[in-house]
């Protein structure tokens, strides 16, 4: 069964994992457990431009893939009249049946340098 979890950038510019949550327009966070207090939930907001979803597969060396996320191949997105995942490269765009990622190189939002 596919793991369906987020990550989003914080006010620290680091990533969070876990669930997303929008109660309003003005509001994004990322919720995931406290590592400290196995009973408490951490509600952390993160910039949402920075959300991406987990796509369900890894890289060679066992690096979870999520959108925006840059990979030898391009950047993966979402893409909207797919209905899925794609990777984008040099205005190529392919669906992720037809790839096999070998490494994930960096992001979008940290690393914008490695777009090709």
């Known amino acids: ?13 680091t990533f969070e994992y876990g669930s997303y949550v929008t109660d309003n327009p003005g509001y994004h966070a990322i919720l995931r457990r406290d590592p ?15 959300v991406g979803q987990f796509i369900g597969l890894q ?7 999520y959108e ?3 990979t ?12 899925c995942f794609c990777v984008e490269s040099n205005d190529n765009l392919q669906q992720l049946h ?9 992001n979008i939002h940290q690393n914008p340098e490695l777009i090709k």
Do not use: Y
Not at 36 to 50: F, R
């Open 1 to 13: 069964m596919k793991q369906i979890k987020f990550r989003g950038i914080n006010r620290n510019g």
């Open 36 to 50: 400290d207090d196995s009973g408490q939930i951490l509600n952390t907001p993160v910039t949402p431009e920075t």
């Open 59 to 65: 890289d060679n060396n066992g690096v979870d893939i």
């Open 68 to 70: 925006g996320d840059i």
């Open 72 to 83: 030898c191949e391009g950047v993966v997105i979402w893409h909207d009249e797919e209905a």
């Open 98 to 106: 037809s790839i096999k990622f070998k490494i994930v190189l960096g």
